[in-house]
């Protein structure tokens, strides 16, 4: 079996890509097609309006998620913290990944409060890629790096 090198997570700000969404979505990993009941369903149930953060935002959050990955001892290969959700690609660190996001994300909610963001901020859960090879590591950093331009 092959050992993972690292990984690529995602995850999005609250109610910008709902389950349904016509971009399509993911659900335990696995890619789903648009579904405009289920979409529907899902934004009648937000109970706040969409979060989008702002420029200043997305780069405290960025910030947080640097601080916290040297805390870890985790190396960020690719960083991109947009209006609407984060892509993260890390090493692999021999630690549980959704503990490991879920802290990413809480000391990125934290720096948000200090500077006055109140309310949810986050969708719960998170996608997640592993690699297990230098080429698939590299493809993930080429995406973040290509579609995501350093902005933060």
Not at 58 to 65: M, S, T, V
Request: with cysteine; aromatic share 10%.
């Amino acid at each position: 079996m092959a050992n993972t090198i690292g990984y690529m997570v995602t995850w999005t700000t609250y109610g910008s890509w709902l389950q349904g969404d016509k971009r399509e979505y993911s659900k335990d990993g696995e890619i789903l097609p648009p579904n405009e009941e289920l979409a529907d369903a899902n934004s009648k149930a937000l109970t706040k309006d969409a979060v989008e953060l702002t420029f200043n935002q997305r780069r405290i959050a960025a910030e947080a998620i640097r601080q916290k990955a040297v805390q870890l001892g985790q190396r960020i290969y690719a960083l991109s913290v947009t209006a609407k959700h984060v892509h993260l690609v890390v090493e692999y660190i021999p630690r549980p990944i959704g503990v490991v996001v879920q802290r990413y994300k809480g000391c990125a909610v934290r720096a948000l409060r200090k500077e006055g963001m109140q309310g949810r901020v986050w969708t719960a859960g998170f996608n997640k890629r592993y690699c297990f090879d230098a080429n698939t590591l590299q493809i993930k950093i080429n995406y973040v790096n290509k579609n995501h331009p350093k902005n933060n």
